[in-house]
């Protein structure tokens, strides 16, 4: 079954080793760094897509994932935001957002980026 096929009939389809090692490395990096510079009160991160081109790992992964999602799935889309979570063990709480099943109020599509295992 093509990714088209499994987007349309289940709302979702797993594109495995997306990212090249250097450019994991790359967004770990980033990442790292950027969690590190901030006071943060949870383990989030917001970048609007009004701040993608600010930074140049930032708009080369959003350009790498529009290309692959017009062509795997020939679907009309823009990015609207990257979420940087950094989850550790001891944040993981069975019954708490975003953990548990729930629908969220605002309706994207999404794609997860899963830069080290999960």
């Not at 969690?35 to 959003?62: A, G, M, P, V």
């Not at 692959?68 to 708490?96: G, Q, S």
Request: no cysteine; charged share 35%.
């Amino acid at each position: 079954m093509s990714k088209q096929d499994l987007f349309k009939s289940q709302g979702f389809f797993f594109k495995e080793n997306f990212l090249e090692e250097n450019e994991k490395k790359e967004l770990r990096s980033f990442f790292d760094d950027k969690f590190k510079n901030k006071k943060l009160k949870s383990n989030t991160i917001k970048f609007s897509f009004q701040e993608l081109h600010n930074f140049f790992i930032l708009d080369k992964l959003e350009t790498k994932i529009s290309n692959f999602m017009n062509h795997a799935i020939d679907y009309d889309f823009y990015l609207r935001n990257i979420w940087m979570i950094k989850t550790k063990n001891e944040d993981f709480r069975k019954n708490e957002l975003p953990f548990i099943p729930h629908i969220d109020k605002k309706r994207y599509l999404k794609v997860f980026l899963y830069v080290d295992d999960v």
